[in-house]
């Protein structure tokens, strides 16, 4: 069973930049690929971003494509979402999960997911 942590979120304003990490530990999540997913109060949970196990394909939601941009460190068994010109629709609480499928945007696709870390964007 592999744990997620996620962290990096936190308040800022409209425009600015968070970068989001989310840590594995208990295995090695480098053959799975991975992605972040958000949900705002009252929302279903929504895809953000994918990447491919070996970090060489990535895909994003339409409302951040060209502002988001997801990565990973298979040495540090870690993703992460840089996050710039964020706008106040951003605000959730962001989720990492990994799958063994790629290409997915649905959560039921995906297993292992963290606890969430909440990203708030002021207007």
């Known amino acids: 069973q592999v744990q997620l942590v996620e962290s990096g979120g936190g308040l800022v304003q409209a425009g600015g930049s968070l970068r989001l990490s989310c840590a594995a530990s208990g295995r090695t999540i480098a053959d799975f690929h991975k992605a972040w997913f958000r949900q705002a109060p009252g929302k279903e949970r929504e895809f953000v971003a994918g990447i491919s196990w070996t970090g060489g394909s990535r895909y994003y939601a339409d409302s951040v494509k060209g502002r988001f941009t997801i990565s990973t460190d298979n040495t540090k068994n870690t993703v992460y979402l840089e996050m710039n010109s964020l706008k106040p629709e951003d605000t959730a609480v962001y989720y990492c999960?990994?799958?063994?499928?790629?290409?997915?945007?649905?959560?039921?696709?995906?297993?292992?997911w963290g606890q969430g870390t909440q990203v708030t964007v002021s207007s």
């Open positions: 999960a990994i799958s063994s499928l790629y290409g997915r945007t649905s959560p039921g696709d995906y297993r292992d």
